[in-house]
């Protein structure tokens, strides 16, 4: 039997990155976002994010294809969202996303990032910080880059 581990950092934005995420929806908008990675058999590491965007860690199935699995987490959660009553001004994800493979020696600093989401924000914003993701994949971030 083949073994494939497939770490991935996923990381999208809210449209126009407004702050539409609140505290009080989070955890409900991660547990649906989980259940939707669990039905395509893949392995939920850690989610988490601020008000303007998501993180998340997994481990792909070799079955599933990135960019299937993006699509279907931000068109079936967007859905979700707008008719929960928990996000009364979510309208919609930005259409990009970023994401970048993980070699698992670094699986657990990338776990400590995404749990620190909050106190990151406090001092660096979205924009930085995807500045920051596209240097250390070694790309160049442009202004047609951004989400």
């Known amino acids: 039997m083949s073994k494939v581990i497939a770490l991935y950092h996923i990381v999208f934005a809210t449209k126009r990155r407004e702050m539409t995420i ?9 547990r649906f976002i989980w259940s939707i990675i669990r039905e395509h058999k893949c392995r939920l590491l850690r989610i988490g994010g601020i008000e303007n965007h998501v993180h998340i860690l997994l481990d792909l199935h070799p079955s599933v294809a990135l960019s299937d ?5 931000k068109s079936r959660s967007s859905s979700w969202m707008c008719t929960s ?18 070699s698992n020696s670094v699986k657990e600093g990338v776990v400590r ?3 620190e989401q909050k106190t990151h924000h406090q001092y660096h914003n979205f924009a930085d910080e995807l500045t920051r993701l596209y240097a250390a994949a070694g790309k160049t971030l442009d202004a047609n880059d951004m989400m």
């Open 69 to 73: 699995i993006v699509r279907e987490i």
């Open 85 to 102: 009553g928990l996000f009364p001004h979510f309208c919609g994800w930005a259409s990009e996303y970023f994401a970048i493979s993980v």
């Open 22 to 30: 609140p505290d009080s929806g989070a955890e409900s908008l991660y």
């Open 113 to 115: 990032y995404i749990n």
